[in-house]
C-alpha cells in the first residue's frame, strides 16, 4: 500500500488527470472482491451521525478583524500577491512555493523548506477560512495574521515589513486597491502597508472553498433515499465509514462538515525536532498568539468584535497543551500527504496504523481517554482509508 | 483612524493626542449597549430577525433595548437571541399612533395584553409631552410600570418628563433622545432627578466630527452614571447603520477617560436595565419553567440555561442562575469538563453578574466551547459568606 500510494502522488505530480484515472482503477481492482459480500446498511442513528457531516460546502465567514474579506478587488489582489515573490526577504520566495495548488495547496515534502529548514509540515490551504485557529499549533486567531506571519518568518518567507513595504509602494495596482478601499497609501506605516497585503491575500484564501466529493454526494443519496446513487459509493468505503463514526471514535474529534473540531490534541506522534530540541505545539502557540501585536486584541484589528476577540482572551495555557496539535480538516486528504504536524506518516494507510496501533504509554492517563489501540484485521485498516479517499475529489478538470 | 489623529497638525488635535495616549480609552473594540432600537412592522417585513441580529453582532453590541410597533418584531429578535435582546414595550400597535396614544383606550388595552403575556424591561419608548403626561392613560402606565418592575422610556419634553416622576416616588425614566435638549439643560434635569437617565439616540450634535465639544464632555463627566447611547431604528432601513453608529460612537467616546467612555458606551445602560430585565424574566427561572434548564443542584436551586442550542465546537452563552437565601457577596463560576476523557473546555468563559440579591443571582456566561461530543458535565463552584459549594451535573452533547 505505502508503496504504490507514494508512486500516486509521484504520477500526481506529473500530471493529476492521469493519477485520477489511474488511482481509480486500482481503488476498483482492490475493492472488486469485497463488493460480492454482504451490502452495508445504515441504522437511524448512524444516518444521523452521516448526516453531520454535511452538507457541502459550507458558508465561510469574514475573516475576523479584516475589513477587506469579502471584497472582490481584495480578492484578486491578494491572488496575485499569493504568487509574487516579491513578498520574500531572498525575492524567490512566493506564498504558492510550498502552498502548491494541485496538492491542495500543500506540498509533497515532510518538512516545509523555505528561506531555511522548517520543523512542520505545509499545511494544505482548502476550506482555511472556516478554521478558528490558524496553524499546527493555532498560534494565529485570524486568516490575515496567520497570512502574516509566514511572510515575515525567518524560516519561511524571511520578508520583513518596511522591505515588503517598499517593495509594492509603488505598484501601481496595489496604491489603486488601497485608495478604493478610501485610504491614502502615503498615509500608511510601513506596518499598515504590509497588513494590507497580508489582508488582501487572506481575502483571496478565504475563497478556497473545496468542491463536492464522492463522499458528500453518498450522504446525500443516503439522506434522499436514492438506493442507486448509494450503490455507487464503495462498498469497502462504506465499511470504513461505518467504523469512522462508529467503534474507531475517529468522528468525535474530526467532527462536522470539515471533519474537524478546530480545537488541539494529543494523538502520541513525537514532537522532538532533532537532538535536544523540541516544538511545543499548541503550548507554544498560544504563548505566540498572546505575544502576537497582529491578534484581534491588537491595534490593526479593523472593526474588532467582542466575540471575535473573545476567544483571544479567554483560552487557557496548561500543561496539556505542550505537544498539541490542531485537529486537521479530513477534506482533499489525498492531495497533501505526507501526514501529521511534521510529515512524518507518508500513507493514509500509516495514518490508521498509528491510530489503531496506538502507544498508549505515549498518552498521559489524564489525556484524551478515546485514544486507545484497536484490533483491525488488514481489510478493515483499508476500509478506513477508501472512505477517507472519498472526502477527496479523485479527479478534476 | 487613530492615525489621522496623529497626523493632524492643529493644536487641539496635538492635546487630544497626548490625552488619549494618557489617560483616555482605547474604544476600538468596546461593545456598545443600545438603548434606542425599534423593529417594526415594516422593518420586519423588510429584514429578517436573523438579519437584524447579525447586523447588532457586526456592532459588537452587548445588549440591545427594542420596542416596536407592533410588538412582534421585539419578540422574534428575542427568541432567537436572548442574550441580545432587552425587551421594551411600546403603546403602539402600528407606527403613527405617536401623537394618539395616550387618549386611546385600545392602546392601554394592548399594552395591559402584553404585560399578561411577556416579559420586559421597559414601558416606552413613548412620546408624551407636556400635561399629556397627567392624562388618565398616562398615569395608569405610570402605576402599570411601578406594579410590573418597568422604567419608562419617554419621549418627552422636560415638562412631561418631570410629571412622570412626580406620579410616583419609585418610577424611573429613561429620557429618549435626552429631549433634544442641550448638554446643560440635560445636566441641570439630572442634577434635579436621581431617578432620571437619558439615550443619545439620533443626537448628531454628539460628537460631530469624530470629537467631543467641552459642554458634552462636562456633562458625561458630571454624571458619569445617567448617559448611555442609542441608534433610533425608527425606518428600517435605519437598521443597517447600527455598525457605523456604533463605530461613530467609538471614535468620540476615545475623547473620553476610559471609565466614563465605558459607562456611557454599555455599562449605564447595564445597570439601569439589566435589574429590571433580569427580576422580570427570573421570575420563572427560579420556578424552572425553562426546557432546556439544567439543574445542578435543588437547595440552592443552581441551574444553567444555555441561550442556544449547544453544538460540537461552537461557542455560546448560558445563564447560570442560582436562587436560595445568603447570596449577597457570592461569586460564582461556570466551568465544564468531560470526566470520562479527562479534560474539559479549551478557554476560560467570561461571566457578567447581571442579577445579584440576597437570594437570586443570575450570570450571563460567554465564550462556552464544549469542543468533542460525548457525556459533558457542567460544574459549578458557588463561594458565599458561608463557605464554598460545588455542584456537577452531567449532561450530553451530540
Do not use: F, I, Q, T
Given at each position: 500500500m505505502g508503496t504504490w500510494l507514494t508512486r500516486a502522488r509521484t504520477a500526481s505530480l506529473a500530471g493529476h488527470h492521469r493519477f485520477g484515472a489511474w488511482a481509480l482503477a486500482l481503488v476498483a481492482a482492490f475493492i472488486a472482491p469485497t463488493e460480492l459480500k454482504a451490502q452495508t446498511t445504515f441504522s437511524d442513528d448512524e444516518t444521523a451521525r452521516i448526516a453531520a457531516l454535511g452538507p457541502w460546502p459550507q458558508s465561510v465567514p469574514a475573516d475576523p478583524g479584516n475589513a477587506l474579506s469579502g471584497q472582490p478587488w481584495a480578492e484578486a489582489l491578494g491572488a496575485q500577491l499569493f504568487r509574487d515573490t516579491r513578498l520574500s526577504g531572498s525575492g524567490q520566495i512566493a506564498c504558492i512555493s510550498c502552498h502548491s495548488p494541485i496538492q491542495g495547496f500543500s506540498e509533497p515534502r515532510r518538512v516545509a523548506l523555505g528561506a531555511k529548514q522548517h520543523v512542520r509540515n505545509t499545511q494544505g490551504l482548502w476550506d482555511i477560512g472556516l478554521q478558528r485557529w490558524f496553524g499546527w499549533d493555532g498560534g494565529a486567531d485570524s486568516l490575515w495574521a496567520a497570512t502574516l506571519r509566514p511572510m515575515l518568518s525567518e524560516l519561511e518567507m524571511a520578508g520583513s515589513i518596511d522591505h515588503i513595504a517598499n517593495r509594492f509602494r509603488g505598484e501601481q495596482h496595489v496604491i489603486d486597491a488601497i485608495r478604493s478601499h478610501g485610504q491614502d497609501p502615503a498615509a500608511l506605516s510601513d506596518t499598515e502597508f504590509t497588513v494590507f497585503l497580508s489582508k488582501s491575500i487572506a481575502a483571496y484564501l478565504r475563497t478556497l472553498t473545496s468542491p463536492q466529493t464522492p463522499f458528500d454526494q453518498f450522504r446525500t443519496d443516503l439522506l434522499s433515499g436514492n438506493l442507486a446513487g448509494q450503490a455507487r459509493y464503495p462498498e469497502a468505503a462504506k465499511r470504513g465509514l461505518k467504523r469512522f463514526i462508529g467503534?474507531?471514535?475517529?468522528?468525535?474529534?474530526?467532527?462536522?462538515p470539515k471533519f474537524s473540531n478546530g480545537e488541539f490534541h494529543d494523538i502520541g506522534r513525537p514532537f522532538f525536532t532533532g537532538v535536544g530540541q523540541v516544538d511545543g505545539g499548541r503550548y507554544a502557540g498560544i504563548q505566540r498568539l498572546r505575544q502576537d501585536p497582529f491578534n484581534l486584541l491588537g491595534q490593526h484589528t479593523d472593526n474588532p468584535s467582542d466575540s471575535d476577540a473573545r476567544k483571544t482572551r479567554t483560552v487557557t495555557l496548561g500543561q496539556s497543551n505542550f505537544g498539541q496539535w490542531r485537529t486537521p480538516s479530513l477534506r482533499n486528504l489525498s492531495l497533501t500527504a505526507p501526514y501529521m504536524h511534521d510529515g512524518s506518516i507518508d500513507t493514509l494507510r500509516g495514518v490508521v496504523d498509528h491510530y489503531a496501533d496506538i502507544d498508549p504509554t505515549r498518552l498521559h492517563t489524564k489525556g484524551e481517554a478515546i485514544l486507545k489501540p484497536m484490533t483491525l484485521s488488514d481489510v478493515e485498516r483499508n476500509d478506513l482509508v477508501q472512505f477517507l479517499k472519498t472526502l477527496s475529489v479523485a479527479e478534476r478538470d | 483612524m487613530q492615525r489621522h489623529i496623529h497626523r493632524a497638525a492643529g493644536a487641539a488635535a496635538l492635546i487630544l493626542c497626548t490625552l488619549s495616549t494618557t489617560s483616555h480609552a482605547d474604544t476600538r473594540s468596546l461593545p456598545i449597549a443600545d438603548a434606542h432600537i425599534h423593529y417594526s412592522h415594516d422593518s420586519v417585513e423588510l429584514t429578517p430577525p436573523e438579519r437584524v441580529v447579525a447586523l447588532m453582532r457586526a456592532a459588537n453590541l452587548k445588549f440591545a433595548l427594542v420596542s416596536s410597533s407592533d410588538d412582534n418584531g421585539t419578540q422574534l429578535l428575542s427568541d432567537i437571541a436572548p442574550d441580545l435582546i432587552v425587551p421594551g414595550l411600546r403603546p403602539y400597535r402600528r407606527r403613527g399612533e405617536t401623537g394618539t396614544w395616550f387618549r386611546d383606550e385600545g392602546a392601554l388595552e394592548y399594552v395591559e395584553t402584553l404585560l399578561a403575556t411577556n416579559r420586559y424591561a421597559t414601558i416606552g419608548e413613548f412620546h408624551l409631552f407636556g400635561d399629556d403626561a397627567d392624562l388618565p392613560i398616562p398615569r395608569r402606565i405610570v402605576a402599570l410600570a411601578v406594579e410590573h418592575n418597568l422604567v419608562l422610556h419617554a419621549h418627552s419634553d422636560a415638562e412631561a418628563v418631570e410629571r412622570l416622576l412626580a406620579q410616583h416616588p419609585d418610577v424611573k425614566v429613561l429620557w429618549a433622545h435626552s429631549g433634544f435638549d442641550g448638554p446643560e439643560a440635560v445636566a441641570a434635569m439630572l442634577a434635579k432627578h436621581d431617578r432620571l437617565w437619558a439615550d443619545l439616540a439620533f443626537r448628531s450634535d454628539v460628537g460631530r466630527g469624530g470629537s467631543l465639544s467641552p459642554e458634552w464632555i462636562a456633562l458625561f463627566t458630571a454624571f458619569p452614571d445617567r448617559m448611555m447611547l442609542g441608534t433610533d431604528t425608527y425606518t428600517p432601513e435605519r437598521m443597517y447603520f447600527l455598525p457605523e453608529h456604533a463605530s461613530n460612537a467609538r471614535r468620540w467616546l476615545a475623547a473620553l477617560p476610559t471609565d466614563i467612555a465605558e459607562g456611557v458606551a454599555w455599562r449605564n445602560a447595564f445597570d439601569l436595565l439589566m435589574p429590571h430585565w433580569q427580576a422580570n424574566r427570573a421570575t420563572t427561572a427560579c420556578e424552572l419553567s425553562s426546557d432546556n434548564a439544567v439543574v445542578l443542584s435543588e437547595s440552592p436551586l443552581i441551574t444553567v440555561t444555555p441561550l442556544t442550542e449547544p453544538e460540537v465546537s461552537q461557542p455560546f452563552s448560558a445563564m447560570l442562575q442560582i436562587c436560595g437565601s445568603e447570596l449577597h457577596n457570592a461569586a460564582v463560576r461556570l466551568d465544564g469538563s468531560m470526566p470520562s476523557h479527562g479534560h474539559g473546555m479549551n478557554y476560560d468563559p467570561e461571566h457578567t453578574v447581571i442579577a445579584d440579591g440576597d437570594d437570586h443571582m443570575t450570570v450571563q456566561v460567554d465564550g462556552?466551547?464544549?469542543?468533542?461530543?460525548g457525556t459533558w458535565a457542567w460544574q459549578v463552584e458557588l463561594r458565599t459568606d458561608a463557605g464554598r459549594t460545588t455542584a456537577t451535573q452531567a449532561f450530553s452533547l451530540n
Open positions: 467503534e474507531a471514535n475517529c468522528v468525535v474529534c474530526h467532527v462536522g | 462556552l466551547v464544549l469542543h468533542m461530543p
